[in-house]
């Protein structure tokens, strides 16, 4: 053995290819291939093993002994070989991938096959006709999610695409089609189609998606393909939606990319940017009577405005992603989404991209995200489009594929994002047998009623008002304190009812603590008995949910520096 722990034999031969182990050289018949030392050392554990899958974790122990590597480091060094031996990863001569297995030395590769160049990406926009992956699909409740997966890399990337899309329309405009493999070059693309949109399954206009069922949609489809952790990646509309994903999960998410994002969509006095209510609703009248055209190709792809073919792809791809009621019913609620509180409970890294001359979301907005978000890297471009793949896309996409190289994957707990659920339901003890019969037969109810709404159950075992559950989804969250609500009353336990999103600590036992425990205590403190109380966090939450509130005055933390409104709940 060496000092690298792999074997020295003799010269193993593969195709036009000449391997010695043991001067570490490689030659393609009468010229030397030149590799990096670390990538001689990955061919030579691979070539001196035929035949074999040898996993990631053998190559780590081998290779980088007592060293912490992340998985991309490996990747890189099998993007070089196959380079420097004109290898295509999806028609493999030598080395095949086994995904999330590790990698295997083809045995037949010492026979010579007839060379498999090297695919180079089209110029963007030329008509270079291109396989697109299978469209799959899978259940989120009892909705079918439409989904593709593409590539072989190490991490995985989910695309989040804005406002409607259509998987298979995708692939039919050139520029579109060379920026998802682009993407899938150095990744495990996994893309997918809203439920209500494209392929994925068309619901009542009352049932399109929340950012909850969003985030139940992107859970699903991961789940589907085995990814544990992904980097997502969210453009325009897609971006609140990622970033509430990254808070809300922070253990599935290693990274979170937002191009041409917001905070919110309808501007005001603390927001002076977005559309005015007035321009909303002239953009909901184009809709209603436009629909079936290449709506809004003007602010984004106003560079192919003129295009034929463009515009022609722009007006099908509307058309086959959405009807136009659905297409209103999504903006409209879109216009409602609010996730500036949430931006702050953000703890993965991040990349946030923007064009300058942005006509659809101002460039003000992307800067405004990056600049809430703790440690976001802001990167501006020139330009005017607003979609990616229109334009200058190589200088996204090396953006993008610079940070996903960077990402490690981190062991360490993170705070999340949650909804706390506080009530005075068992603040009292008992006072009489009857009491206490109540009460039993109360915390039976409450805990089906948490299982039922995908709470996670808190130990209330003390006096005085606590935090029953909590939430990944704030929808869910007061759902279940309407119903808890309910049955309070008819048990003769009149309760109060409390919920704010927020950070909280990790959560590894039934109890919670962090800010957001502290600030659902204040807005309890000044709700009402027999009520559902909200902070203005939650409410902005649930746009398109159909929940809907009173206002109710305003809670001020001073040592906090914030003041929440608060919104008394009157429909579930």
Known sequence: MTEHGMPSGGEITFGEFHLHPRDRRLWRDHDEVLLTPKAMDVLIHLASRPGEVVTKEQLFESLWPGTFVSDHALTVQIREIRKALGDDPNHPRFIETRHRRGYRFLPGADLPPEPVPAPDLPAPGAHTPIAQPATRYTLSGEVNIAYQMLGEGAIDVVFVMGWVSHLEYFWLEPRFARFL??????????????????????????????????????????????????VIVGVSEGGPMSALFAASYPEKTLGLVMFGTYAKRIRDESYPWGRSASEHEQFLDLIRHEWGGPVGIDTRAPSLFNDPEFSSWWAAYLRMGASPSAAVALTRMNAEIDVRPVLEAVRVPTLVLHRTGDRCLLVEEGRYVASHIPGA????????????????????????????????????????????????????????????????????????????????????????????????????????????????????????????TGECDPMESARVTGVAVRVAAGVHSLSEPGEVTASSTVRDLVAGSGIRFAEAGSLDIPDLQRTWRLYRLTHA
Not at 202 to 229: F, N, W, Y
Not at 440 to 447: D, F, P, S, W
């Open 181 to 230: 493999q682009r993407l899938a070059s150095f990744s495990r693309l996994i893309l997918f189609d809203k439920r209500g949109t494209g392929l994925s399954d068309r619901v009542p206009i009352h049932q399109l998606p929340t950012l909850e069922l969003r985030m139940d949609d992107v859970r699903a489809v991961m789940d589907a393909v085995g990814s544990k952790r992904a």
């Open 377 to 500: 890297r802001f990167v501006e471009f020139p330009g005017a489009d607003h979609l990616p793949f229109v334009g200058n896309q190589d200088e996204i996409l090396d953006e993008i594929e610079t940070f996903v190289a960077g990402i490690e994957d981190r062991s360490r707990s993170e705070p999340v994002l949650a909804t706390v659920l506080f009530s005075d339901l068992f603040a009292s003890p008992p006072a009489t047998p009857l009491d206490q019969e109540r009460q039993r037969r109360m915390r039976e109810t409450v805990a089906r009623e948490i299982d039922f709404f995908r709470g996670r159950p808190m130990a209330v075992d003390g006096p005085g008002p606590a935090p029953l559950a909590t939430f990944d989804g704030p929808a869910r969250a007061l759902r279940c304190a309407a119903s808890l609500s309910r049955h309070a009353a008819r048990s003769a336990m009149p309760a109060r009812f409390a919920l704010h």
